[in-house]
Nanobody, 128 residues
Framework: QVQLVESGGGMVQAGGSLSLSCAAS????????MGWFRQAPGKEREFVAA????????SYADSVKGRFTISRDNAKNTVYLQMNSLKPEDTAVYYC?????????????????????WGQGTQVTVSS
């Protein structure tokens, strides 16, 4: 089992940047594909970005492509989401998620149902 703790959320003006981190417990972090999702009030949780277990592949939602970057440091058991050129519509609670890929997996995953573990979320608010 893995526990995930997000940090780095906050309030920023439109056009600004924030960097989110997600720290994972356990000694097998490199076996997990990771993802970031977000949920705005009254809306369903949606995919933002994903990265395979060895960072060979990344995927992004069209709405964030070119503005957000997902990365990971397996030595630190941490996945990151760098968010630039933020817009008011990026306002949401951001969650990180983990899926056990074993030792051979190399895919990314974009569906909430595809992940096994979730963090508690961190609020990101972008003012206009």
């Amino acid at each position: 089992q893995v526990q995930l703790v997000e940090s780095g959320g906050g309030m920023v003006q439109a056009g600004g940047s924030l960097s989110l981190s997600c720290a994972a417990s356990g000694r097998t972090f490199s076996s997990y594909a990771m993802g970031w999702f977000r949920q705005a009030p009254g809306k369903e949780r949606e995919f933002v970005a994903a990265i395979s277990r060895l960072a060979g592949r990344t995927s992004y939602a069209d709405s964030v492509k070119g503005r957000f970057t997902i990365s990971r440091d397996n030595a630190k058991n941490t996945v990151y989401l760098q968010m630039n050129s933020l817009k008011p519509e990026d306002t949401a609670v951001y969650y990180c998620a983990a899926r056990n890929q074993g030792i051979f997996g190399a895919s990314t995953y974009t569906g909430t149902y595809e992940y096994d573990y979730w963090g508690q979320g961190t609020q990101v608010t972008v003012s206009s």
